[in-house]
């Protein structure tokens, strides 16, 4: 069964870092987008960050210069290093594959920013 399992959430404080990991059941280095999302309580969810199989980025412009997105190949993961988190940044944070017809998504994972 392919999958995609996201793990490194918890609590930090404001100003600290992070690094979520997302590690695939297939290989990901031809996966046409590959995408961290967020999801804060009562909002819709939002793209965080964007990997394209040719190495392109994007990022939300509220996390631009404090996050990056990053992949290894041999690992068959994807990673979303944060730092200088906010409070605003709290959130359950999705992994997200798509490619041609298929787009497949991780369960979540909780990043909580509080004192």
């Known amino acids: 069964q392919v999958q995609l399992v996201e793990s490194g959430g918890g609590l930090v404080q404001p100003g600290g870092s992070l690094r979520l990991s997302c590690t695939a059941s297939?290989?990901?280095?031809?996966?046409?987008?590959m995408g961290w999302y967020r999801q804060a309580p009562g909002k819709q969810r939002e793209l965080v960050a964007a990997?394209?199989?040719?190495?392109?980025?994007s990022y939300a412009n509220s996390v631009k210069g404090r996050f990056t997105i990053s992949r290894d190949n041999a690992k068959n993961t994807v990673y979303l290093q944060m730092n200088s988190l906010k409070p605003e940044d709290t959130a359950v944070y999705y992994c997200?594959?798509?490619?041609?017809?298929?787009?497949?998504w991780g369960q979540g994972t909780q990043l909580t920013v509080s004192p």
């Open positions: 997200r594959a798509a490619s041609g017809s298929w787009t497949l």
């Open positions: 990997l394209t199989s040719d190495g392109a980025t």
């Open positions: 297939i290989m990901i280095f031809s996966i046409d987008h």
